[in-house]
């Protein structure tokens, strides 16, 4: 049997086939097309071709794509949704989309804040105020809207209201209505988990369009064998039905891919990855084979939200980056490029341009295009260019670090040849053969994980049982998501104490994950 | 007097935050909740101390309790017209105006809110000119203030207000019905009359926040000098030290965040080390074992990048950071000040210096 990869980003799509001791039979890289639908049917016909497999061996395919981050911010395909806060009286000093740009704000048909939620203890701050729920969904049902965005205070504490909310939407709506709950989707901080759920609801006739074109682009191509899955930003994988409801979770999955892609093909668990593009270069880092998360809250096209996301950086500099000379002797690097026209603009393939590459070929680093034509950069120019592009990485690498020691580091990328073998700072630096399409296999192997949050009181509940009882609503929640029970292991667990709040209060958050069956 | 609007509450929350030396919350819930009020009540009238008549009541407007509970129930919106009843029926007397009672990103927004929701003034004026921890904190201790009669009330409607003899049992009392009512709650105390306000407030803070916000951020258009020293001129700081977030030692006691920040020296500080202290806020600055600055003198830790003041929750290993001192209120420098915010009440065994004598006006001139 086959798994069958394939990575959507802005440039380029990426597809890879690997067999079912996971490697790679065939790989290969095309430009993302205006309709990604072409890009994505030309790279599976073109592996197809390649490995002349028998389709129906293909038994798993996988897809990650930016499709979600550009609805949002590109404004396009967003669906009008209705929006409902249960929390009041507490809350309404702040009413929903409170920050966010008019523009977006039109998405949401209707809004209301009606009484209920809870405190931080599970008490409850108010009784929910059904009538004014079934009220406020009726009137949505009139104006025709599909898709509602329900929050609630203190959900991650108590989804009961929440819940209840849901149930009595379907009820009044109709059972093909799109729910989004909040404590379905983000963490502590109301603001930031409603604004994740409202983006979450619109995004459902995207994920609509992309979950069954992929579907469609597969049977096209007679691939008609296969488990089809998506990836998600924590480098694990769900299902068409769970893309569906949490279309908001693949949002940046093409980073995350890369950098587990990367530490599949350098065999390391624990390293920092730096993938080099033609403009800009991203660090991530891989903590016991999955990519750390983001402690802050992200904001995506304007409007800030508190789901997990991998904690990537970006910075200018890339193969193409623009080197100068100043006035003074030194010499810059970045942060403009020639991006895409570097197989023009740049010296060593003829045109005029002395780039971050140019620079790489002058000094032996690589051999491209024609050597000749950067023999006349004086050596202690070269020297001086690397020396900012080294120190670029070097500074970005120790601040992705938790400590100073040495750190692994695994270079991917395109743009990866402008990088020296040796970084202060860094143990071993590896350059996988395939690095290029380390998104694309990052999305092949990906694992499926639940995860489970909640506040623990370990004056009520001891620690270890706590734990005990946490590990294994979040394995259950993997199997939710598709994993054979039998692999399911724990791989983060995290439990932090919750100084404000009285007896011994802990947020207790583990993350499972399995291997698909 | 003048009016603030939402582009002025944008810059007063950044500026706040830099003032909050570490301390003061995270401005983002704050911000929104006065941006929300003046949204849907309009602007709010910022009067000068001068404006206030000595006689008329003025009070404080803060919140109280756990900013993680803030973020996730934010303020209800009746929560100051039930201060506002609770209040002046015990004084038997309108309040004439609102203030905040420290700078920091949390509680100089919620006055705003306060005096949107309620159609009243707000006074330029606060307690502290920064952040501090406790509540006694404030100049007006120094004048023989009480911190009580205070009230506080929930977003239910639920109120209380009472009279303590010592400021310990205002902490206990306070923290109890905190708690009871679902561990954030809104704030009134030191309330005051206008002339007892001009002898002891800081004046001009909302302003001065305000400046200092719209500076930041436009650091980046300087065309004379590095943004850098732009920086400096604006805030009227003095530079200690530039360097890399080496470590961060953290450890939680009574309800407080103490630790200690290790940074290794970059640019012009590059082979020297430092560190600082703090308690919510920043208390100590070393630079090679020699004292640069103490509380009550402000010290902000702020990005080498964009100037953004980062709170002693968000020190992380790897992070660039510009150590800067800012002179504190100089009702602070006084004996009586010192007894309550100098460094022997934070535990540090050194005398008060102020920081421009300390540092001898700056790193680089040492």
């Known amino acids: 049997m086959y798994k069958l990869g394939i990575d959507v980003g802005g440039t380029n799509t990426d597809a890879v086939l690997m067999d079912e001791n996971r490697n790679v039979v065939v790989s290969v890289k095309q430009h993302t097309t205006p309709d990604v639908y072409d890009g994505i049917l030309s790279a599976v016909r073109a592996v197809l071709e390649q490995s002349g497999i028998d389709r129906s061996e293909i038994r798993q395919a996988m897809l990650g794509t930016t499709q979600c981050t550009n609805a949002i911010v590109e404004r396009r395909h967003l669906a009008p949704i209705g929006i409902l806060r249960i929390g009041a009286p507490a809350t309404r000093g702040i009413p929903p989309m409170a920050d966010w740009s008019e523009d977006l704000k039109t998405i949401a048909v209707d809004t209301a804040i009606i009484g209920g939620g809870f405190e931080y203890d599970g008490k409850e701050l108010a009784a929910f105020d059904e009538a004014a729920a079934r009220i406020f969904f009726e009137n949505l049902k009139e104006k025709g809207v599909k898709s509602v965005a329900i929050s609630c205070v203190f959900s991650t504490v ?91 979770l693949t949002i940046a999955c093409g980073p995350t891919n890369s950098i587990r892609g990367a530490s599949y093909l350098s065999k390391l668990q624990n390293a920092i990855v730096i993938d080099v593009g033609g403009t800009t270069t991203d660090l991530g880092v891989i903590q016991n084979g999955f990519p750390r ?30 080197v100068r000379e100043k006035a003074d002797g030194t010499v810059t690097v970045g942060p403009d490029s020639v991006g895409y026209e570097i197989t023009e603009k740049a010296l060593v393939f003829g045109g005029e341009i002395c780039t971050a590459t140019d620079i790489a070929v002058r000094l032996g680093l690589t051999s491209l295009g024609d050597p000749s034509r950067v023999a006349h950069l004086e050596e202690e120019f070269a020297q001086k260019a690397m020396a900012a592009i080294t120190g670029l990485v070097e500074d970005s690498v120790d601040a992705m670090k938790v400590s100073s020691g ?12 402008i990088l020296p073998e040796h970084l202060n700072g860094a143990g071993t630096v590896i350059k996988p053969a395939i690095g290029g399409v380390a998104n694309a296999i990052g999305s092949a192997i990906s694992k499926v994980s639940g995860n489970y ?4 009181d370990y004056l009520v509940t001891p620690r270890d049982q706590a734990l005990e009882e946490a590990k294994a609503e979040a394995a259950e929640l993997a199997v939710l998501a598709g994993a054979v029970r039998e692999t399911v292991e724990i791989i983060d667990v995290e439990d932090v104490l919750l100084q404000y709040y009285p007896g011994n209060t802990n947020r207790v958050k583990i993350k499972a994950a399995g291997d698909l069956a | 007097m003048r009016k603030i609007g939402i582009s002025e509450i944008e810059d007063i929350a950044l500026g706040a935050a830099l ?18 009020a003046v949204r849907e009540c309009g602007p709010v009238t910022l009067l000068e101390p001068d404006e206030v008549p000595d006689d008329a009541l003025v009070v404080p407007i803060a919140m109280m309790g756990a900013p993680t509970i803030l973020a996730e129930k934010a303020i209800g919106g009746t929560e100051y017209q039930t201060l506002y009843d609770t209040v002046s029926t015990f004084y038997g007397k309108p309040i004439f105006a609102l203030m905040p009672i420290e700078a920091g990103g949390v509680n100089s927004m919620l006055p705003i809110a306060a005096a949107a929701r309620l159609g009243m003034p707000l006074v330029d004026c606060d307690g502290m000119g920064r952040a501090f921890p406790e509540l006694q904190m404030v100049t007006f201790t120094i004048g023989g203030g009480s911190a009580t009669p205070m009230a506080l009330v929930d977003e239910k409607g639920n109120s209380s207000i009472f009279r303590t003899i010592t400021n310990k049992w205002t902490e206990e009392l306070a923290r109890a019905v905190t ?31 305000q400046i200092l916000g719209s500076s930041i951020r436009r650091v980046k258009e300087v065309t004379n000098g590095t943004p850098e020293e732009e920086f400096l001129r604006i805030t009227e700081g003095i530079r200690l030290f530039k360097g890399k977030i080496s470590d961060v030692l953290r450890e939680v006691r009574a309800g407080f965040n103490f630790g200690k920040v290790l940074l290794e020296g970059i640019a012009d500080d590059k082979g020297h080390q430092a560190y600082v202290e703090f308690q919510n806020e920043n208390l100590m600055a070393v630079v090679d074992d020699q004292i640069l600055a103490t509380v009550p003198d402000l010290i902000c830790l702020v990005d080498t990048e964009t100037f953004q003041p980062i709170p002693t929750d968000a020190l992380k290993y790897g992070k660039r950071v510009l150590v800067v001192g ?22 540090i065994d ?17």
């Open chain 1, 158 to 248: 108590r989804s009961d209201h929440e819940r209840r909310a849901a149930e009595l939407c379907r009820e009044v709506m109709g059972e093909d209505v799109h729910v989004s709950v909040s404590s379905e989707i983000g963490s502590m901080g109301l603001i930031e988990r409603e604004n994740a759920t409202i983006l979450n609801a619109a995004l459902y006739q995207v994920a609509e369009r992309f979950t069954s074109g992929f579907a469609q682009s597969l049977q096209d191509e007679g691939v008609t064998n296969a488990d089809i899955y998506l990836s998600q930003n924590d480098g694990t994988l769900m299902t068409m039905e769970y893309a569906r409801r949490y279309p908001i």
């Open chain 1, 293 to 322: 998360e983001s402690s802050v809250a992200v904001t995506i096209g304007g409007v800030r939200t508190n789901f997990r996301m991998p904690d990537v950086v970006s910075i200018g500099l890339g193969g193409g980056s623009i």
């Open chain 1, 406 to 417: 040495d750190v692994d580091i695994i270079l991917v990328g395109g743009g990866s040849i």
């Open chain 1, 453 to 456: 949050e909640k506040l623990v």
């Open chain 2, 19 to 36: 003032l909050g030396a570490g301390g003061g919350g995270d401005p983002y819930v704050g911000k929104l909740v006065a941006i929300s």
């Open chain 2, 179 to 209: 708690m009871a009512c679902g561990g954030s709650v809104s704030v009134s105390l030191y309330a005051m009359e206008g002339a007892f306000m001009k002898q002891y407030g800081v004046k001009g803070i909302v302003t001065r926040s």
């Open chain 2, 326 to 347: 800012l002179p504190c209120f100089p009702l602070w420098r006084t004996p009586e000040g010192l007894e309550l915010v100098g460094p022997r009440y934070f535990g």
């Open chain 2, 350 to 366: 050194t005398d008060y210096v102020p920081l421009e004598k300390r540092s001898k006006g700056g790193r680089s001139h040492v």
